[in-house]
Nanobody, 123 residues
Framework: VRLVESGGGLVQAGGSLRLSCAFS????????IGWFRQAPGKEREGVCY????????RCVDSVKGRFTISGDIAKNTVYLQMNSLKPEDTAVYYC?????????????????WGQGTQVTVSP
């Protein structure tokens, strides 16, 4: 299983970025793809996830209204559109696959991870 993130970078506060997660190498029919982030000195936290079963999505309160997760099944790609970025959004962003959907964002319950992409938001 392989997941590759892209799209990170440096942006000013109030700006936007779109992260992409390309995944391959598995045959699960019922899985979830989640976006997580980890800032220096902090624990990894869930940001948003999307279900392959019904396309449902969920994001944590701190990014609701600003971040949107979406998927292109044909391209095996999941996106995270991030708008109105704040300096506190600065982190390494990871995508991960949960082989058996649990409809949650606990990092320990995701099975495969990408290498991460850095997002830096300047004041």
């Amino acid at each position: 299983v392989r997941l590759v993130e892209s799209g990170g970078g440096l942006v000013q506060a109030g700006g936007s970025l779109r992260l992409s997660c390309a995944f391959s190498g598995f045959r699960y029919d019922d899985y979830a793809i989640g976006w997580f982030r980890q800032a220096p000195g902090k624990e990894r936290e869930g940001v948003c996830y999307i279900s392959s079963r019904d396309g449902s999505t969920r994001c944590v309160d701190s990014v609701k209204g600003r971040f949107t997760i979406s998927g292109d099944i044909a391209k095996n790609t999941v996106y995270l559109q991030m708008n109105s970025l704040k300096p506190e959004d600065t982190a390494v962003y990871y995508c991960a696959l949960q082989a058996v959907q649990l409809y949650d964002m606990h990092p320990s319950e995701y099975d495969y991870w990408g290498q991460g992409t850095q997002v830096t938001v300047s004041p």
